[in-house]
């Protein structure tokens, strides 16, 4: 993720998708929900006096300094590969990582089932790409985790956001609400007030260039098996078709691997005569401006505890990230922990029995994979010169479980609104409020006696008592 990766203990994303970062220094940085701002609470100074107060920086994302721009670009980057939908403004993405383009559509369509041949990469990954080429799925050697890069439309206005554009087929650009309007003209010889609105708005966005109003940059993501977005249910059910008949035609196979994997891939209730899944939506990426500002909420504490470990969150955990590990927690009735080490292998917790970890290895050609069970009271000791210590990694995943249970247990009252929430809010009832408006717009002019008709353009029907 950068440089600034290199000088950060911990970074920990919530389940309101807020980021907190706690850095080597001493100094912490947060980020919104929704990315367009942040807080930075600065490293006390050693020399200066015990009673001065802690210096903080509350700026919004996309106009910060440079001196953060490379702590902002990192923390981005986090949220990104994490979060629903991604935060994306120019101003901290690099020229070399833009690029232009001349479609906003965002949809996808993905190789059949019956013609699609499978793409092995060098590690024992199966990739899955679409057909456009705008999205590729990567499944992982262990079939427990896959990760996801796709073309994403960098972030816009609120109003251009919301006033979705279409395109005419001589290529003039207009919106949903002009197409509406247009309707009502056609039956009615007037159009409302609110689609008015939408329209000069529209005129503001399309006076721009088109480079410089249509730029995208690629997104990677990472997500677990057990945790799938409808977005990507039938790319990842052919990845793990191929996976486990990779893993049938093998011969170090046990028959357990063998029904442990198809059970895997009728889990994922993808059915290969379903054509219409074939088309799916990539992620959008958040506006520029968060509609919500006023609920933005700051966890960051004045007193910094160097010692990552002492100081694990007391929050609801989405993502945990420390020393090249990911933590993953994944909600439910039963919560469960899983832990990707980077190399492929995914450790997870055994649901109700979660003093149980068990640790899935990928299947490599050149040695046997397995599934390893560790218990908390029987854990491997640290060997010199591994990859990782397996004891210490699961250990830490068992105290962030832990602490996930005993949050969700002490949080008696509904959770708060968050941004993204009114976002989603926004973003649904927009559309519908702008059709609900022209069919109201409608009744009433049915409603209207007929000297309606005689009213000039300029004047409105009287309101109804």
């Known amino acids: 993720m950068g440089t600034a990766e290199g000088i950060s203990v911990m970074m920990t994303m919530y389940e309101d998708e807020s980021v907190e970062i706690s850095y080597r220094h001493g100094a912490q940085l947060q980020l919104s929900p929704c990315g367009s701002e942040f807080v930075l609470v600065k490293a006390t100074d050693p020399h200066g006096h015990p009673l001065q107060p802690t210096e903080r920086v509350r700026q919004r994302t996309r106009f910060t300094i440079s001196a953060y721009k490379e702590l902002l670009a990192t923390a981005l980057a986090f949220r990104n590969k994490y979060a629903s939908r991604p935060y994306l403004p120019e101003e901290l993405i690099s020229a070399e990582n833009r690029k232009h383009f001349y479609s906003i559509d965002s949809g996808v369509k993905w190789p059949e089932w019956s013609s699609y041949k499978p793409e092995l990469g060098p590690g024992g990954e199966i990739l899955v790409r679409s057909e456009e080429g705008r999205a590729m799925l990567v499944l992982s050697p262990s079939g427990e ?196 080490l980077g190399d492929g292998s995914v450790i997870r917790s055994n649901g109700v029995l979660n003093s149980y970890f068990t640790h899935h290895k990928p299947k490599l050609q050149s040695e046997e994979g397995s599934e390893i069970t560790y218990h908390l009271s029987s854990l491997p000791p640290g060997v010199p010169g591994q990859l990782y210590p397996v004891g210490s990694i699961v250990s830490r995943a068992s105290r962030i479980l832990v602490c996930y249970n005993q949050a969700k247990h002490l949080l008696k009252f509904p959770t708060t609104s968050t941004c993204l929430q009114q976002d989603k809010h926004i973003s649904k009832t927009t559309l519908s409020e702008q059709n609900l408006s022209s069919e109201v717009f409608v009744e009433k002019l049915m409603k209207m006696p007929q000297t309606a008709g005689s009213l000039s353009a300029g004047e409105q029907p009287p309101a109804e008592k």
């Open 145 to 340: 985790d896959f990760s996801v890069e796709f073309t994403c439309n960098l972030s816009q206005p609120q109003h251009q956001t919301v006033c979705s554009l279409n395109k005419d087929p001589d290529g003039s650009v207009k919106s949903q609400q002009q197409v509406n309007s247009q309707n009502d003209e056609r039956h009615l010889g007037k159009e409302s007030t609110r689609i008015n609105c939408c329209s000069a708005c529209l005129t503001s966005t399309t006076q721009q260039q088109p480079e410089q109003m249509y730029q995208s940059t690629t997104v990677i993501q990472h997500h677990s098996c057990f945790a799938v977005d409808s977005t990507w249910a039938y790319p990842l059910s052919l990845a793990r078709h191929h996976w486990t008949s990779h893993l049938s035609n093998s011969n170090n196979t046990t028959p357990e691997e063998d029904s442990k994997s198809r059970q895997a891939d009728e889990g994922m209730n993808i059915s290969d005569k379903n054509h219409k899944d074939r088309d799916s939506q990539l992620p959008q990426a958040l506006p520029l401006t968060c509609p919500s500002p006023h609920l933005h909420r700051w966890k960051i504490k004045d007193s910094l505890h160097a010692d990552e470990v002492s100081a694990l969150p007391t929050e609801l955990v989405k993502i945990l990230w420390c020393q090249g590990v990911t933590y993953r927690i994944l909600s439910g009735e039963v919560p469960v922990v899983e832990v990707s």
